[in-house]
């Protein structure tokens, strides 16, 4: 396991739950909360020197992640065993006190909700028609890990119901856009030119209809 520039799990939780304290919330288009330096710079620079291969970065996918889900990367056991930066992260984000917090901020009820982390890698001629994230996931975290120039252009579009972009949420690096997931909260990504690489993660909690298991970060919900 790499054990290069890892830090305390008390001081991993310490640092989110801060950042969690000092998030601005917004009621539109529905309640959201923007969350700077949401995961650690270990986490972050692992996630960054990722080296997915040539089939994992998502160009057109028709609108849908799902049409991928053969070539989607998590941090799953095997990424977790291959980085300690990655576990740490993971470690905090399925602690209990994370949860406690998260939920003390925005309502959530996340008891009995496992672990999911996507990161996601977007090529030009990827979007994302405007969906709501219901259901199975009880959270969604996004967390803009871009490191382009043009990467501030680079956020998840807030939409109204009829699927209009209401508000781009921020592409800067770092910055998580944070909500429950209801018949409200419809998102999406506008066509637009993406020149480089579109990196972020994905956290959400789910709850034990989850099926696709290998996703997660430690097993299913209990």
């Not at 539109?28 to 692992?46: E, G, M, Q, S, Y």
């Not at 994992?56 to 990367?73: F, L, Q, S």
């Not at 905090?92 to 917090?101: G, K, N, Q, T, Y």
């Not at 996004?142 to 990467?151: F, G």
Request: proline fraction near 5%; charged fraction near 25%; charge should be negative.
């Amino acid at each position: 396991m790499t054990n290069t520039d890892t830090t305390s799990d008390a001081a991993l939780l310490t640092n989110f739950k801060g950042a969690l304290a000092a998030a601005t919330v917004s009621t539109h288009p529905f309640r959201h909360w923007t969350i700077d330096n949401v995961l650690p710079k270990p986490a972050c620079d692992a996630l960054v020197a990722w080296e997915a291969a040539a089939g994992e970065m998502a160009g057109d996918t028709g609108g849908r992640r799902e049409t991928r889900n053969g070539a989607r990367v998590f941090v799953e056991p095997g990424a977790r065993a291959r980085d300690q930066r990655l576990n740490e992260m993971a470690e905090v984000l399925d602690s209990a006190e994370a949860r406690r917090a998260i939920s003390a901020m925005c309502g959530a009820d996340l008891d009995h909700t496992a672990l999911r982390l996507e990161l996601s890698l977007d090529t030009d001629g990827f979007w994302l028609e405007p969906h709501t994230d219901i259901g199975a996931k009880k959270l969604t975290l996004l967390v803009s890990l871009s490191t382009h120039a043009d990467a501030e252009q680079w956020g998840t579009d807030l939409m109204t119901p009829d699927g209009v972009p209401a508000k781009r949420s921020s592409g800067r690096f770092n910055t998580g856009t944070l909500f429950v997931p209801g018949d409200d909260t419809w998102h999406g990504f506008a066509a637009r030119p993406i020149t480089g690489l579109r990196r972020g993660l994905i956290v959400n909690y789910v709850d034990s209809t989850w099926r696709a298991t290998h996703e997660l970060a430690f097993g299913p919900a209990s």
